[in-house]
C-alpha cells in the first residue's frame, strides 16, 4: 500500500515544543498459500454419497485485503534542566493520539484451491467471503520522559494506554483485544568515539477482558494478554 504522512511542529517559548502530525489511509493487500483443516467426518466422509467430500487439509491460495486507518496525533515537550553538551539534561513530553480503527468494517478473504471444488454439486474452486469486524476508533496516550546524569549516560521511560478497537461482537480467539497499557524504559551508554550501547525494555498489557456476546462461538471468554521485550543494541554514529 502506498500512503502518507504530514507534520509540524514549533518552539513558541524557549524550550517548549508543541508539535502535531497526520497519517493518512492505506489499503493492504496480503498474498499466500492457506492451509483449512477439514479434518472432520461430517467434510470427509458422511456426505461423500450426496457428492461433498474434502480432502482433511485443503490448501491453497489466498489473498487478504483490509484498510489501514488514519492516525492524528498531538504533543507537547518541555526540556529543562542543567545544560549537559550543550542540550537541556532532562525533558517531559505528553503525546494524545486518535486511530482510525472504524475504517476497517471488514476483512475481505479471497481463497481458490482444486480442493474446493465439489463438481457435483456445482462449487467451484475460488470462493470468497468477508469477516466483519466493525471496529472503532481509538484514543491513546503517552507520557514520555528523559533524563541525562551525563555526557555519557542518558535515561528515559514511557507510560502509554489506549482503548480498544474490537467490539464485543465481533471480537475472536485469533484477534484478542482490549484497552492496553504498555511501559518502556531505556538507557543509553557512551563508550568511544561514536559507539554507544542502548538497552530497552518493553512491557504491553491488555487488561482483561469478558465477552458473552461475541457472533462468534469461540469469542466469548476471558481476554488477557501481557507481551514483553527486552534488546541490547550498538549504536554508531558517523
Same mark, same amino acid.
Given at each position: 500500500g502506498v500512503t502518507g504522512r504530514i507534520g509540524i511542529s514549533a518552539e513558541p517559548v524557549d524550550n517548549l515544543w508543541v508539535g502535531a502530525s497526520y497519517e493518512h489511509t492505506t489499503q493492504l493487500n496480503f498474498r499466500g498459500d492457506f492451509t483449512l483443516d477439514m479434518d472432520d467426518p461430517f467434510f470427509t466422509q458422511d456426505l461423500a454419497s450426496q457428492g461433498l467430500q474434502y480432502p482433511a487439509l485443503v490448501k491453497g491460495r489466498a489473498s487478504l485485503s483490509f484498510v489501514l486507518p488514519r492516525v492524528a496525533r498531538l504533543g507537547v515537550r518541555y526540556e529543562f534542566g542543567k545544560d549537559v553538551g550543550h542540550k537541556p539534561s532532562s525533558s517531559i513530553a505528553l503525546e494524545g493520539s486518535y486511530t482510525g480503527w472504524?475504517?476497517?468494517? !471488514?476483512?475481505?478473504?479471497? =481463497?481458490? +484451491?482444486? !480442493?474446493?471444488? @465439489? &463438481?457435483?454439486?456445482?462449487? /467451484? =474452486?475460488?470462493?470468497?467471503? &468477508?469477516?466483519?469486524?466493525?471496529?472503532?476508533?481509538?484514543?491513546?496516550?503517552? #507520557?514520555?520522559?528523559r533524563h541525562a546524569l551525563s555526557k555519557e549516560l542518558v535515561l528515559w521511560a514511557t507510560f502509554g494506554y489506549e482503548s480498544a478497537a474490537s467490539p464485543d461482537a465481533t471480537i475472536?480467539? =485469533?484477534? /484478542?483485544?482490549?484497552?492496553?497499557?504498555?511501559?518502556?524504559?531505556?538507557?543509553? @551508554? *557512551?563508550?568511544?568515539?561514536?559507539?554507544?550501547?542502548?538497552?530497552?525494555? *518493553?512491557? @504491553?498489557? #491488555?487488561?482483561?477482558?469478558? #465477552? #458473552? +456476546?461475541?457472533?462468534?462461538?469461540l469469542g466469548n471468554g476471558t481476554y488477557s494478554m501481557r507481551l514483553f521485550s527486552l534488546g541490547a543494541y550498538a549504536d554508531y554514529r558517523f
Open positions: 472504524s475504517s476497517i468494517d !471488514d476483512f475481505d478473504l479471497r =481463497a481458490r +484451491s482444486k !480442493d474446493l471444488e @465439489q &463438481k457435483e454439486l456445482g462449487l /467451484p =474452486a475460488s470462493t470468497g467471503f &468477508k469477516l466483519r469486524r466493525n471496529w472503532h476508533d481509538t484514543v491513546g496516550g503517552i #507520557v514520555r520522559g475472536d480467539v =485469533a484477534s /484478542p483485544d482490549g484497552t492496553r497499557l504498555s511501559f518502556s524504559g531505556g538507557l543509553s @551508554q *557512551h563508550l568511544i568515539g561514536g559507539l554507544s550501547l542502548v538497552l530497552d525494555t *518493553h512491557v @504491553q498489557s #491488555v487488561l482483561e477482558r469478558r #465477552v #458473552v +456476546s461475541s457472533d462468534y462461538d
